[in-house]
Each structure stands twice: as C-alpha cells, then as structure tokens.
C-alpha cells in the first residue's frame, strides 16, 4: 500500500526537514487513493436501497445505493443492465455485486455493478409483480374483455412445442372425444431465450392465417402453453410480449401452462385457464357420448312441447270455431229480425212503390250479410291454415329428416335413452324419416359395462 502522506515528521518536524517533505500533485494522490480502493475492493456486495435512478442513450443505468448513514453512487452499464430481468425503481431494496471504481477526472468513486438482486425476494418473481401489476392497470385482465370459448369448434389451433409431453396429451383427450375435428399445429420452443417472441408470433400467425380463411374454415379457438416446471422453465409465459399477442388475438386463447398449482401472466391474459394441456383440451371438446344423451333430451322435450302445442292449437281452434258458429248464428238471427221489422213496414206501408223500394234495399242487405259471412269465414281459415303450418315445423319428422332416428322398444314402446337397460334378443323399432326397421339386440355398450 503507498505511503500517502510520508513521514509524519515531514509535516510536523524541524524547519530543515521541511525541505525534504514530500509534496503530491492531485493527479498522484487521486492515482494512489483509486490503486487503494480498487485493489481493497475488487469484489464486494454492498446492500442499500436505490435512489436516483436515470438511465443513459446507450442502456446504461445510474443510481445511488444508501442507507440511514451514506450515499453510494453505482453505475449498471448496459451489457449487466440487459440481463436484469426486474425494474430497478427507487425505493427498492437491494443486494449489489461488483467493485469499486475511481473516476480521477471528477475525483469521484462508485460501484460499478456487475450484478443486482432484490433483497428478500427473487429476480424473476418480482419481474413477475412488476409486470402483473403493470398489465392489471391497462385492462389486460379484465373480465370484461374476455370472450366466451366455442361450443364444439370445428378447428383448433394449439401453440407448444412438440418434443413435449403437452402435445401428446392434448392430442389424446381430444382423439378421444371427438375425432371428426381439425387441428393445426404451430411449434415453437416453450422455455429459453427467445421462447416468448417465438409463441408471441405464433399467436399473431394464427391471427394472420385466419384473416385469409372463409368464415367457416376459421380457427375458433387457440391452446397455448406447456406442461409444468420452474418459475425459470415457464418464464415464457411470463413475457410481456406473450402477454400482449393473447390480449390482441381476435381467435379466444385458452391457457394451458404447467400444472395446476402454476399460475402464469398468460393465464391472467388469456380468455379461458386450464389447469394443465389435458384439461384445456378437456375444457374445448365435449365427449361425443354426452352430445349423444343431449340430444336425446332435446328430441324428447322437443316431442313433448309439440305434443302440447298441437293440443294447445287445437283448443284455440274449437275455441274459434265455436266463436265463429256464436257469431253467424247471431249475425242471423239479427238480420231476420231486420227482416221481419221491413215486411212488418210492408204490411204496414201498403203502397206498391214502397214495398218494391224495400225488397231492393233488403236484396242489398242480403247480399252484404253473404259477403261479411264469407269474410268472416275466409279470416278463420286463414288463421287455422297459419296454426296448421306452425304446427308442422314443430313436428318431430322434421328433425329426423336432417338424417336423426328414434328407437323404442318393441314390448313397450318406450323411448331408448339408456342402452344398458336392454337385454340381448330384446326386440327394438327404430323411427327413420321415411319408414321404421325393426332389429333384434345382439350387444348392449354404455357406461363402460358390455352385453354380448
């Protein structure tokens, strides 16, 4: 270590000795201050709490580090600042690896940091609160944007990798479940460097591809993610990036990152979460068996509302009829009542003139009453012939002319909903559009239990 000052007899000796004291110029003393610092702290860690930070043009960052008693300035030049994952904020309390340096020009030393963590929490979780808390205030979580996942799609469009084991188990649940749907793949990396623009990019792809489609040939619904890992295997997810392309896909994006204790920003985003691939591919899909049973269920409440709107149709036209009979028997009644009034008057005014005048205005009368009976009459049949129609569109034939059928039981005629309550050899008639087959049971499969 260099002697700075000298012997301290130089400085408080005789007159002689004064004029062999050591006098440094700023330069030389500057010089053995910085060999002092830099070689005592080559490699220190110093915790504080930032303040002042300001970053430069060239990506550099400064800030102070401090604590109840000093300042220390620190500088994260551009190359360390890039591989920082969080927001380096005033207030924030840190742990800082680096050295110290001298800077001879401002006569000023700082620590310039090689590496920076937050105190108390880790790197990447605090990137992920910051950004969380970031994207909540602009709306991306919204509720209010999310939009409703298709019942059934008939294109599906998946975003993974497919060396991984999600692949594998989506495709599985949805083979399935339903094998009469289109899939289309889009493989990108799903941890590493560059991971997030690569699923970011897919997502706009899709996005992209389906502007060129037809309506009907659109992909309805995307899958994106991964099976499980750490913080650091699922990052991806957590970009703002991959964020932002969810939030701006027009096609509703399901999530479907890691196991269900994980929880990533594109889960927050997306429009549905699915605690694992299989789920998500679970969530999309229905099992055909179970379309299958709805649509027995719907046949049959279909049959019992036309069976009591075809009653209803009924009473309201032997309500009408009755009401159009009460109508022209009253009519009638009315007019012969006129009638008798004039040929009482013709009795009663003899002269031959008038009685002419009369049967001429009573011919009139009568060919009115014909008219407005036929009117009346007209009314009524339009108005059946209008139930009559409605009544035929609500009939059972007309759902099983799209190519459906019915079966009931031979013995008893009751509806088939549940296969397993037949026995082999059981007679079935089965209701087509045009005309019935008659069949013999001769294998019973549901619910996992089989008849042979």
Known sequence: MPELFGDSSELFGSDKHRLNRRVYTVSEITQDIKLILENTFSEVWVEGEVSNVRSSSAGHCYFSLKDGQALLPAVLFNRAASQVQFKIEDGLKVVCFGNIEVYPPHGKYQLIVEKIEPKGIGSLQLALEQLKAKLEKEGLFSPEHKRPIPYLPSRIGIVTSLSGAAIKDMLKVLDGRFRDINIIICPVRVQGEGAGQEIAQAIRDFNIF??????????????????????????AFNEEVVARAIYHSEIPVISAVGHERDWTIADLVADLRAATPSVAAELVVPKKEDLRARVLELLSDATRATAQLIQDA??????????????????????????????????????????QQYIEKLAIFEQGMHLRIGHIVELRQSQYQSLVERLASLNPLAILSRGYSVTFRIKDNSLVKDPTILKIGEGLRTRCYKGEIKSTVTEVKGDGRDKI
């Open 314 to 355: 009924k009473d309201i036209l032997d309500d009408l009829t009755h009401r159009l009979y009460l109508s022209i028997d009253n009519i009638t009644s009315r007019k012969e009542e006129t009638l008798k009034n004039f040929l009482k008057n013709l009795v009663l005014l003899s002269p031959q003139n008038r009685i």
């Open 210 to 235: 389906n502007k060129s489609l037809r309506a009907q040939e659109r992909i309805e619904v995307l899958i994106v993610g991964r099976g499980g890992g750490s913080i650091e295997d699922l990052w």
